[in-house]
T-cell receptor, first 112, second 114 residues
Framework: SQQGEEDPQALSIQEGENATMNCSYK?????LQWYRQNSGRGLVHLIL?????REKHSGRLRVTLDTSKKSSSLLITASRAADTASYFC????????????FGAGTRLFVKA | DAGVTQSPTHLIKTRGQQVTLRCSPK?????VSWYQQALGQGPQFIFQ???????QRGNFPDRFSGHQFPNYSSELNVNALLLGDSALYLC?????????????FGPGTRLTVL
């Protein structure tokens, strides 16, 4: 079973709008990562946030982490058509293992 | 600097057959993980290799096995293929020094089992 659950499953917005995706997980984590995947190809790492961090920024991306609620959000500001992709959150547990668990993803469609 | 490469790109097999998928990690990376991604789902962790040993395994049957070579490249073998093994198989590499952090993914091998 997958630990991360993204919400919404799909999102359609206009170019220039902001896109917010949420992720919930079940067990304690070492870190949480967000990845992007274009059309069933390989995943691209976007950003990593550690369990002792609350917010990180990278370009047009902003990620928040609330460990008390076991949730994270990814905000993409001023979206572009090229942002159209699937976005996955992935968690690494804090038990010393190496298994990264991915959610089912949010499909984002940005209309030009 | 080449990224993670995988071969073949696509593969069609029939039930009961065996398949071998190959992965070359990004230069400087010594850890390789394999994932299975069914259509419309997120990747599921199969196993991770480091120093030619399987370091951790996900919830996959013994039909799934792997190998890592001294040059850090890796193979994923699947025996007795089932229809449900049809998926995109992703290889990811990372440098051990980065701990358990970001991974660099290859483009994947799409396996179809008929």
């Amino acid at each position: 079973s997958q630990q991360g659950e993204e919400d919404p499953q799909a999102l359609s917005i206009q170019e220039g709008e902001n896109a917010t995706m949420n992720c919930s997980y079940k067990t304690s984590i070492n870190n949480l990562q967000w990845y992007r995947q274009n059309s069933g190809r390989g995943l691209v790492h976007l950003i990593l946030i550690r369990s002792n961090e609350r917010e990180k920024h990278s370009g047009r991306l902003r990620v928040t982490l609330d460990t008390s609620k076991k949730s994270s959000s990814l905000l993409i500001t001023a979206s572009r058509a090229a942002d159209t992709a699937s976005y996955f959150c992935a968690t690494l547990g804090n038990t010393g293992g190496f298994k990264t668990i991915f959610g089912a993803g949010t499909r984002l469609f940005v209309k030009a | 600097d080449a990224g993670v490469t995988q071969s073949p790109t696509h593969l069609i097999k029939t039930r009961g057959q065996q398949v071998t998928l190959r992965c070359s990690p990004k230069s400087g990376h010594d850890t390789v993980s394999w994932y299975q991604q069914a259509l419309g789902q997120g990747p599921q962790f199969i196993f991770q290799y480091y120093e030619e040993e399987e370091r951790q395994r996900g919830n996959f049957p013994d039909r799934f096995s792997g190998h890592q070579f001294p040059n850090y490249s890796s193979e994923l073998n699947v025996n007795a293929l089932l229809l449900g093994d049809s998926a995109l198989y992703l290889c990811a590499s990372s440098p051990y020094s980065s701990g358990r952090n970001e991974q660099f993914f290859g483009p994947g091998t799409r396996l179809t089992v008929l």
